[in-house]
């Protein structure tokens, strides 16, 4: 069945340093592929998505690109902050519009 | 900005007792989703509803969770009995319509502790 993997945390970083969570998947077809991101005591946030193969998502500083030949859609960001401190959900959205989640990646980044 | 609404955010409740939980979609927003997030794994679907039709409930333990959005508004989500392993965050979702396309807005949750 369709699946999600990513990297274990907490990713502990220092302020400006460079940002690699790793996220790759297994589907049948064509999925879509997002990532949430989760502050303390709020809901999911839908942080950047992309539907097809070789599309780059970004927002806020954040990139990732969908990459079928490898199955993975790593999320990057060059300089992170304080206030990136979060839990990083990668999901896929399958044919049956069905969301299935990774189990998430707690990113601390210290001052 | 419309926000998902839940209530309670937080609900503790001993085992064998029964719990409710409440969602609020964004205004028009057709397609209505419960989610269960366990400690340290990501969010998986419960059910999800369009309008005040059930789409998936595969996942959905049926012998004691029940889900209902009769207006095809707001929605209840009910564990009768509620067991240790029902422990859990409970997130409720919105979007406009179905399909991956359509972003889905998370509530902030009902975190059960069933004691």
């Known amino acids: 069945g369709n699946s999600v993997t990513q990297m274990e945390g907490p990713v502990t970083l220092s302020e400006e340093a460079f940002l690699t969570i790793n996220c790759t998947y297994t589907?049948?077809?064509?999925?879509?592929l997002f990532w949430y991101v989760q502050y303390p005591g709020e809901g999911l946030q839908l942080l950047l998505k992309?539907?097809?193969?070789?599309d780059k998502g970004s927002n806020k500083g954040f990139e990732a690109t969908y990459r079928k030949e490898t199955t993975s859609f790593h999320l990057e960001k060059g300089s992170v902050q304080v206030s990136d401190s979060a839990v990083y959900f990668c999901?896929?959205?399958?044919?049956?519009?069905?969301?299935?989640f990774g189990s998430g990646t707690r990113l601390l980044v210290r001052p | 900005e419309a926000e998902v609404a839940q209530s309670p955010r937080y609900k503790i409740t001993e085992k064998s007792q029964a719990v409710a939980f409440w969602c609020d979609p964004i205004s028009g927003h057709a397609t209505l989703y419960w989610y269960r997030q366990i400690l340290g794994q990501g969010p998986e679907l419960l059910v999800q509803f369009q309008d005040e039709s059930v789409v998936d409930d595969s996942q959905l333990p049926k012998d004691r969770f029940s889900a209902e959005r009769l207006k095809g508004v707001d929605s209840t989500l009910k564990i009768q009995p509620a067991e240790l392993g029902d422990s859990a965050m409970y997130l409720c979702a919105s979007s406009y319509g179905q399909g991956t396309y359509n972003e889905q807005f998370f509530g902030p949750g009902t975190r059960l502790t069933v004691l």
């Open positions: 589907a049948t077809g064509y999925p879509s």
């Open positions: 992309a539907t097809k193969a070789d």
């Open positions: 999901a896929l959205g399958d044919s049956s519009y069905k969301l299935i």
